[in-house]
């Protein structure tokens, strides 16, 4: 079992960043970890994606070149800072675990989401 908290969402303006964090515990040893977010009224989407050993990693054409996952294992915890934002970030973003990297876009563990608001 794997348990994900998030945290560092909240309100800023467009333009602005924000780095979110999640905290991770429990069977988390090579896993590959994640962050997707669901705007209102849409679908969950897929964000970035980051290996065990951090030398692998996936983006979005959405948010590629503006958000940056990193993790650091000795302290359980991968990151997401987001920079740029635009009033279109504004979701709930969930932190996620996976197996492997090539599972990374269908992950099995889900945090329980930080909500982001960016306004105009």
């Known amino acids: 079992q794997v348990q994900l908290v998030e945290s560092g969402g909240g309100l800023v303006q467009a333009g602005g960043s924000l780095r979110l964090t999640c905290t991770a515990s429990?069977?988390?040893?090579?896993?590959?970890m994640g962050w997707f977010r669901q705007p209102p009224g849409k679908e969950r989407e897929f964000l970035a994606a980051i290996s065990w050993g951090g030398t692998s990693t996936l983006y979005a054409d959405s948010v590629k070149g503006r958000f940056t996952i990193s993790r650091d294992n000795a302290k359980n915890t991968v990151y997401l800072q987001m920079n740029s934002l635009k009033p279109d970030d504004t979701a709930v973003y969930y932190c996620t675990s996976a197996p492997n990297m090539a599972l990374a876009r269908s992950p099995n563990y889900w945090g329980q989401g930080t909500q982001v608001t960016v306004s105009s």
């Open positions: 429990g069977r988390t040893f090579g896993s590959a």
